[in-house]
RNA sequence: GGUGAGGUGGAUGAGUGGCUGAAAUCAGUAGUUUGCUAAACUGCCGUACGGGUAACUCUGUACCGAGGGUUCGAAUCCCUCCCUCACCGCCA
């Protein structure tokens, strides 16, 4: 979430930055800094009593010991009545600071310098784009292509479970081992730490992270413990830093993990959820980075390039996106993302989203680093997807099919143990 | 799931209801001494939100797993929850 001080010192900026997202209420920033000079100011009175109060109960201690006790008493009573004072105001400072949190809660992170005016997909900007390639011939989408090769069987994944939940089956499934390989052992040689994280968590990493209270439809939960299923493993590994004070030479961190992901996708239909477009269980790898506040955007065309040259690694058409106002998540300042083209289908598919959070994260992690002068700040994070499985496996399937089989990119030869899926 | 023991600052670990935001030790850090290393000695060494200041300094409040309660006063007493450890049960 945002920072008050920023709101308060930078009050027009913050509204024109929110306009970007097509933010609808910028009069919420008003209503936040007059929240928190409320709550500073009953936070001053109530200090004020408070520090009467713990002076004259020492005071009280005294008097005891020395068998004062008609003063003692007179103190007392006196205590006893500011003590009663207090308690309205605790309650006012209580509802105020609920107020606050919960009106804070509802802005948005700021879309940096970089990000383009836009309400939706149409309005992203294409910062790269590789040819998209044509294929002749009867060319199958990967629905058809994984059921020629009895690579996944959808059918089976919806008796046992319900739809979106594909059962990967033979060289469908070893196929699938081998790019969770190949994109660990990528990201790891790039310096990034390899952790398997819980792929439940509780409802504190859930906020830390923005899942909530903005998507909490999005999750699946688990009642009984109060667990969420992960939507991400960005959430369990940007939460191993939740209260935490790192030092500045254990900056930048770099993890990369491999999780299942789970998502409700509530509302979705049609040619969008056909095959592995959209699933509701799939696999990603994902890397995240906590760095030093000056250098996140840097890190940022780190792992822009990094992620680029896995795609190209792969032989895949791509493009590269920056998202406009209205497209990026709540939570990010920057969003790059990748998308795939699927031949067969003749569309784009997205397969990583890069972004920056500067701190919006980090304020509710409450991750920071003690910087040269010895002072906290917020670190900021960063997290892209290297990469979501299931596109990529549909993209590989239908731009590399033949009449013979599926040819897969040499990288994966030595993983997979062959060169041709038939 | 059952029974028992616990949860204190980066770590270890004291703490009789007021003198404890918290002993001591270790780690860390700055300095003194020293031919180097080491050792010794000295200082510093939690976080958040406020007030005051040009700034260093100063100052108020809160926090000893979390939330309630008792009390003039709670790390210390009571209740609830969470977590850790040990043993038992179950089990990949």
Redesign the pocket.
Known sequence: MLQ?NVLRQKTEWVKERLAVKNFKQPELVDEIIAL?DE??RL??E???T??K??????Q??KL?ATGNKEEAEQL?AD??NW?ASLEPIKKRAAETEKKLEDTLVLLPNLPSEKVPKGVSAEDNEVVRTTEKPTLNGNVLPHWELTKKYKLIDFDLGTKITGSGFPVYTGKGAKLQRTLIQYFLDYNTAAGYKEIIPPFLVNEDSAFATGQLPDKEGQMYFVNEDKFYLIPTSEVPLTNIYRDT?LKVEELPVKMTAYSPCFRREAGSYGKDVRGLNRLHQFEKVEIVQVVEADKSYAALEEMLNHVERLLQSLKLPYRILRLCGGDMSFTSALTYDFEVYSAAQERWLEVSSVSNFESYQSNRLKC?Y?DESGK?QLVHTLNGSSLALPRIMAALLENNQTENGINLPEVLWKYFGDEVID
């Open positions: 008050v928190d709550r500073k936070q001053a109530f200090d004020a408070q520090a109060i713990n002076a004259s109960s020492k009280i201690g005891m007392k205590v006893t003590k004070i920071r003690k906290n």
